[in-house]
């Protein structure tokens, strides 16, 4: 499932097509993706501009100019293609998209053309009014957003205080700290040196203030995703950028899917591990993460 990197590579293409364009017309290919679309979709949103465009966790969330939000979400195999008019069509990476999975087509009065396309059908979208949106059973429960000015030591410390749980069960907590995904975790644990296995709550002090090692993670989660958002997010699989092209970051990773492999730390010598943390892969080393 794409993380908050890809989703955020998602909205900064988006962005420049869309923002501030009428929707002239939707073109809705199926009634239903993960959940029915909303009642009369297409209509609802025919004649409505974007006024903005932005992100909560891993959703995309269009602001639309009727107080209106409109909320989409990648699932799986989620993505979007641009067309910057009728008269072009998707070249490269981009045309390796089945057409046969277009399932909504955005057309706007600046003459761009935005096609959602999913295989999976694991993505949604919905409709939801701005002002019912802080008290939405998706969002009221979702944490702070860790590219905001909020992620510092001290939050991370309060945020696990007296938490035996995992470290890395911690920070895929999404009522703790929105958007992280496995894979960024594991690469911010790395660089940090600490254990996804090391009880949470160790990130405080006895008083309740932050140990360095909690100064130290809340600075690397902050450099993997932004390095992330710059390479466009990690490829694996479905994700596209929204011009169809692929993200690289996964050439950069020091131990996401790298169990066997030398540790990339200098001087470490270890080897990269693969355990299982409620059910999900944890890549890491146990000679220099403790």
Do not use: W
Not at 16 to 30: M, V
Not at 159 to 168: D, E
Not at 221 to 244: F, K, M, T, Y
């Amino acid at each position: 499932m794409p993380e908050l990197p890809e989703v955020e590579t998602v909205r900064r293409g988006l962005e420049p097509a869309i923002l501030g364009a009428r929707l002239i017309r939707i073109e809705q290919r199926r009634p239903d993706l993960r959940f029915p679309f909303p009642e009369n979709f297409a209509e609802r949103l025919a004649g409505r501009r974007v006024e903005a465009l932005g992100r909560r966790a891993k959703y995309l969330l269009a602001d639309l100019d009727d107080a209106q939000v409109l909320v989409m979400h990648l699932g799986m195999s989620g993505s979007f293609r641009i067309h910057a008019s009728e008269a072009e069509t998707a070249v490269g990476p981009a045309a390796a998209k089945n057409p046969a999975h277009d399932h909504v087509v955005f057309e706007f009065s600046n003459g761009a053309r935005v096609t959602y396309n999913d295989p999976r059908r694991f993505g949604f979208m919905l409709l939801i009014r701005r002002a019912e949106f802080a008290a939405h059973p998706l969002f009221k429960a979702i944490g702070l957003e860790p590219l905001g000015n909020e992620l510092d030591g001290q939050t991370l410390a309060a945020l696990f205080a007296g938490k035996a749980t995992s470290l890395k069960a911690a920070l895929l907590d999404q009522s703790l700290i929105a958007g992280l995904g496995n894979i960024y975790v594991c690469e911010a644990l790395h660089r940090a040196g600490l254990s996804p296995r090391r009880a949470a709550g160790g990130l405080a002090r006895k008083d309740g203030t932050a140990g360095q090692r909690a100064h130290v993670l809340a600075r690397v989660i902050r450099e993997v995703l932004e390095e992330a958002v710059a390479a466009g997010g990690s490829s694996l699989r479905d994700h596209r950028q929204a011009n169809g092209t692929l993200g690289y970051f996964q050439h950069s990773f020091r131990v996401y899917d790298r169990a066997g492999s030398p540790c990339p730390k200098p001087g470490c010598g270890g080897t990269i591990e693969r355990i299982v943390q409620s059910g999900r892969a944890t890549f890491y080393c146990s000679s220099c993460q403790r």
